[in-house]
């Protein structure tokens, strides 16, 4: 079972610098072992004009039979022979990807220190896989390639050679060609676009698989035209994991078209404040009054949910009573763009552990979110459709339950006030709901009942006597920390 990746070059810029990338290097073979065989890295040819890396390896079947026994598939009792007779050893498939993002994790992420500048650049790649068992066929082959920037080749490979008339089998030989796409963009296409031809993965499809597709899919599955189709046979079509795929998906496809609206409303002047000096963006006062409130709660690890660029996480950092800082959200570049602001790769170690950046979607429980003194959903609800509130509702308070959760959401009262802003639309074009005064403090009673939160109200930004201010802001804390403050103060 192999596949190849070639590259070209010349002298200033020589074939073998893909050696940097792969962080194996040309002159010395690499075995690895798996824990259903053996992966090995060699480069069958190595100079300046050409460079191939191919990645081999060799399956025990036995090893792989007994790893997979009493899960997901296998367990009937005719499939007990296939077990040990079948094409897993010989065949490119899903072990292969496996093994690709052992062998090749750095590559994978983009990440050369030797050569940082490296990673980002586009290649002349070259990806050949002998047999590759493809369900759908060539054509499918192209249909989920071709979009990726690769110019495909996938021809049949026939049953038997000598006997033509038994036609083709279910594998094909596929030669992919690109000059457009880096080394780990093309690792990413392949890591999860081999299973999906293979569509038999042999072992246990876990929860964490969504993630691990949404990190490979980064940059280049939401919106994909055949997303559905990859994402559903990645999943084994698990279909409880694939319709959260897919909504993870979507969220990050919205959250990235849209998010650059959200400042440039906030920063507009509110029409009725007649002062001369320019008044302080609102996004900025939100930020004063979260801030305001988490001090009040006196905690010290706090969870910003729905984190966006990070804007709230940076200020919290500069604060150092805040000894861990978790910034959550559904969009991998919001998180990038985050993680540049806060420089976090040449932070130091210390201010490094007190701050994390996590990718999740709020609507699914998360254990890593247990555990904390207060969460923030800044400007974070009215983003989701009302239906999947309950959800998100159930994730944070029941869930995760930090002893303090501060809610903001817009006023849709104040909206009249803003003089850019036609009659009747809401500020930011994702915003699935904005909610009226009456409406957020119904949502809110109702949610610190059910899950034993006391709930206070305070207005942000210039408090209109007819509508109200711009921003509101629920604060909830347990029970227990009322009782707990009351009994300090007495
Ligand atoms: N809290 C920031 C950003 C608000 S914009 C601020 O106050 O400025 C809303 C953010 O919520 C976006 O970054 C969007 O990606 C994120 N988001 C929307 N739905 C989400 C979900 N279901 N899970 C996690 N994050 C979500």
Not at 157 to 176: C, H, I, N, Q
Not at 388 to 404: H, I, K, N, S
Not at 426 to 447: I, L, M, N, Q, S
Request: contains cysteine.
């Amino acid at each position: 079972m192999f596949l190849t990746i070639s590259t070209t070059g010349d002298k200033a810029n020589p074939a073998t610098d893909m050696g940097f990338l792969l962080h194996k290097h040309p002159d010395s073979p690499f075995s690895a072992p798996l824990s259903y065989g053996t992966a090995h890295v060699l480069y069958p040819e190595a100079d300046a004009e050409r460079c191939t890396a191919a990645l081999l390896l060799e399956v025990d079947a036995v090893a792989l039979v007994r790893r997979g026994k009493g899960k997901g598939r296998g367990g009937a009792p005719d499939a007990a022979l296939a077990q040990y007779v079948n094409d897993r050893p010989y065949a490119a498939s899903s072990l292969l990807a496996v093994a690709l993002s052992s062998v090749f994790s750095s590559a994978m992420r983009g990440v050369c220190k030797a050569r940082p500048e490296l990673p980002g650049q586009p290649l002349p790649l070259r990806v050949e896989v002998p047999a590759l068992p493809a369900r759908g066929g060539p054509a499918l082959v192209g249909r989920l390639f071709e979009p990726l920037g690769w110019t495909v080749t996938a021809d049949p490979v026939a049953l038997d050679t000598e006997f033509p008339d038994w036609g083709d089998s279910r594998y094909v030989r596929l030669v992919l060609e690109s000059d457009t796409l880096t080394l780990a963009q093309a690792l990413r296409h392949l890591y999860v676009l081999l299973p999906v031809l293979d569509d038999a993965k042999h072992y246990w499809v876990s929860a964490d698989e969504v993630d691990k597709l949404l990190r490979a899919g980064e940059g280049w599955l939401p919106g994909h035209p055949e997303q559905q189709l990859i994402t559903s046979r990645y999943l084994t079509r698990r279909w409880s994991l694939t319709r959260q795929a897919l909504e993870r998906l979507e969220l990050v496809r919205l959250a990235e078209t849209d998010d650059s609206v959200v400042e440039e409303m906030d920063n507009a002047v509110a029409a009725d404040t007649g002062e001369e000096e320019k008044p302080t963006p609102l996004a900025v006062r939100r930020r004063e009054a979260i801030v305001a409130a988490l001090a009040a709660s006196g905690a010290t690890r706090v969870l910003d949910l729905g984190c966006g660029q990070g804007q709230l996480v940076q200020e919290l950092l500069r604060n150092p009573v805040y000894s861990e800082i978790v910034g959550v959200d559904v969009s991998m570049r919001a998180l990038a763009i985050a993680s540049r602001r806060l420089g976090l790769d040449r932070m130091g170690e210390r201010q490094a552990s007190r701050v994390r950046l996590l990718q999740g979607s709020l609507s699914y429980t998360d254990k890593r979110l247990r555990g904390y003194d207060a969460a923030v959903l800044s400007e974070v609800i009215e983003h989701l459709d009302l239906p999947r509130l309950p959800a998100l509702e159930y994730a944070v308070f029941g869930a995760a339950r930090p002893r303090t959760v501060v809610v903001t959401t817009p006023n849709v009262e104040y909206n009249v006030r803003w003089e850019s802003l036609p009659a009747g639309h809401a500020r930011h074009g994702d915003h699935r709901f904005e909610w009226t005064r009456e409406e957020f403090r119904a949502w809110a009673a109702k949610v610190a009942e059910r899950h034993g939160y006391d709930v206070g109200f305070v207005p942000v930004g210039p408090d209109d006597p007819e509508v109200g201010p711009p921003t509101q802001m629920a604060v909830f804390v347990t029970g227990e920390t009322k009782d707990r403050k009351e009994a300090k103060a007495a």
